[in-house]
């Protein structure tokens, strides 16, 4: 039977190395691995060019090392080793509900594995569960149900080691034979056949329709990571927001000339003055001299109490037709002198709460964010 690539997923101490040994692979350290042992991934050649993918427990991480790191290791592995397609996902669990939060990480994991794959993972896909007192928990595919496609392909494993059963187990005491333990999901170590043709009947028709990874390269709208999105650094930026990068001090309005003051009429400031004057003719005098009132010499016609003939401006005594004597912004009235009264973007002249003419990462600060590395665990939006 063709294997082609095997995907052993699940925390450790559920059984993926030993059953890496059932499908035919070399040297493989079972029990007694190191922590960073338990952190590698491992492609195991079984036969005939098919693999055996042995991967980290998703709970094994250590505070530098989460999910996402241990998916993208995976991925890269893959990658590396020129492997394309993913024929059998054997998820390793124990029947316990309380982990359901780690088996619903696991469970995204196995769906993303298909995101750009037409057909659903979990056709692929055999739960193998190791065996304790409690066989019929449901708690690994209650998990699963939350965010796979569907279930009704899955297929599901539950095994029991004969080897690590009591003595007074009543599977050892009633001394059945193998066929018989067999048929109540124990299996012998020493029998490792058995085991393998368990997984065969479950994986018979895997390789017709492997799970093609079909790794893609895409871009980032929030920062310059191209890439495949389940490949992708952790790190991103976050949403953009609008800014004004310069800042001036102005008035309102342009620069006019005005008179502060109003005209008025007035006289020039010399005029001649009063006098008397005595009229000779050849009659006799009817009384005495006649008086001659004073008169504006800019107005001859007009007596020195007749009011004024030209029309000026009181602040500068200039021609009421002039330009005016003082420059101020007509705008905010301010003159010229005084201290810039409003704060506008010295790029695109607006005011500083209007929206702004260039945008950066909220975060960081920066201007040109698809220029530099994400700056913060946030995730990416890939199209």
């Known amino acids: 039977m063709l294997y082609s690539c095997i995907l052993a997923i699940g ?11 059932i499908f035919g692979a070399k040297n493989v350290r079972i029990g007694h691995s190191t922590k960073s042992e338990t952190d590698t991934i491992t492609i195991h050649n079984i036969k005939s060019g098919d693999f055996y993918i042995d991967t980290p427990g998703f709970d094994d991480s250590d505070e530098h090392k989460d999910d996402e790191d241990i998916k993208r290791s995976m991925f890269f592995k893959m990658m590396d080793a020129g492997i394309e397609n993913i024929t059998t996902v054997l998820w390793f669990v124990t029947p316990d509900d309380r982990a359901k939060a780690s088996y619903k990480r696991q469970a995204k994991f196995i769906e993303s594995l298909a995101k750009y794959y037409n057909g659903n993972a979990w056709d692929n896909t055999i739960i193998v569960t190791k065996g304790s007192k409690d066989m019929n928990s449901a708690g690994p595919r209650d998990a699963a149900k939350e965010v796979a496609t569907s279930l009704s392909k899955t297929g599901e494993f539950k095994i029991l080691l004969y080897e690590s059963l009591p003595s007074d187990n009543v599977y050892k005491m009633l001394q059945l034979t193998s066929d018989q333990l067999n ?11 058995r085991i393998l043709a368990k997984y065969e009947s479950l994986m018979e028709g895997h390789v017709n329709r492997p799970i093609a990874l079909k790794i893609r390269k895409v871009k980032c709208s929030k920062c310059p990571e191209e890439t495949d999105p389940r490949l992708a650094s952790p790190n991103c930026h976050l949403e953009s927001e609008s800014f004004h990068p310069n800042s001036e001090s102005v008035h309102q ?3 006019i000339d005005i008179h502060p003051a109003s005209d008025f009429y007035k006289h020039s400031k010399h005029y001649v003055a009063a006098t008397t004057k005595q009229v000779f003719d050849d ?50 009235k301010h003159k010229v002198w005084e201290t810039a009264c409003l ?41």
């Open 11 to 21: 925390n450790t101490g559920n059984g993926k190395s030993f059953t890496a040994t």
């Open 183 to 193: 048929g109540f999901g124990v299996y012998k170590e020493s029998e490792p056949e």
């Open 253 to 255: 309005g342009k620069v």
């Open 283 to 332: 009659s006799p005098p009817l009384g005495p001299p006649e008086f001659v009132s004073g008169y504006w010499k800019c107005c001859k016609d007009k007596d020195a109490n007749a009011p004024g003939c030209k029309k000026v401006y009181r602040c500068c005594d200039k021609d009421y037709q002039s330009s005016g004597c003082e420059k101020i912004y007509d705008g905010c």
């Open 343 to 383: 704060t506008i973007c010295k790029n695109c002249k607006k005011k500083l709460d209007d929206i702004g003419c260039k945008s950066r990462c909220k975060n960081c600060k920066y201007d040109n964010p698809l220029s530099i590395k994400g700056c913060i665990d946030v995730s990416h939006n890939f199209p």
